[in-house]
Nanobody, 129 residues
């Protein structure tokens, strides 16, 4: 059974950092793109970052404009885990963060949440003083 479990959320002050983890089980992570998405109260779900399985550096990653330069996505296939390092957090980053998986089609990932088939239950991030 394919399963994704997020962890690492919590309460942090503006300007602080958190590292989210997405642990996969029941499938081989090597053949899947992984995306991070978030949904704030009263807002639509939005793509935050994604990472390709074929090209996991540079061109194989993508970020929403709102997080570029602050967030970094990475993957460790041996540990079956994808990470989202979040620095310089802002109150606007407050949301429930989800990771999701889709079978890799080509050498780039996509930030559209509707393209992903398997989802975790989310971890809450609150940025507040």
């Amino acid at each position: 059974q394919l399963q994704l479990v997020e962890s690492g959320g919590g309460l942090v002050q503006p300007g602080g950092s958190l590292r989210l983890s997405c642990a996969a089980s029941g499938f081989t992570l090597d053949y899947y793109d992984i995306g991070w998405f978030r949904q704030a109260p009263g807002k639509e779900r939005e793509g935050v970052s994604c990472i390709n399985s074929i090209n996991s550096s540079g061109g194989g990653t993508d970020y929403a404009d709102s997080v570029k330069g602050r967030f970094t996505i990475s993957r460790d296939n041996a540990k079956k885990t994808v990470y989202l390092q979040m620095n310089s957090l802002e109150p606007e980053d407050t949301a429930v963060y989800y990771c999701a998986a889709r079978a890799t089609v080509h050498e780039m990932c996509l930030l559209g949440w509707w393209r992903y088939d398997y989802w975790g239950r989310g971890t809450r991030v609150t940025v507040s003083s």
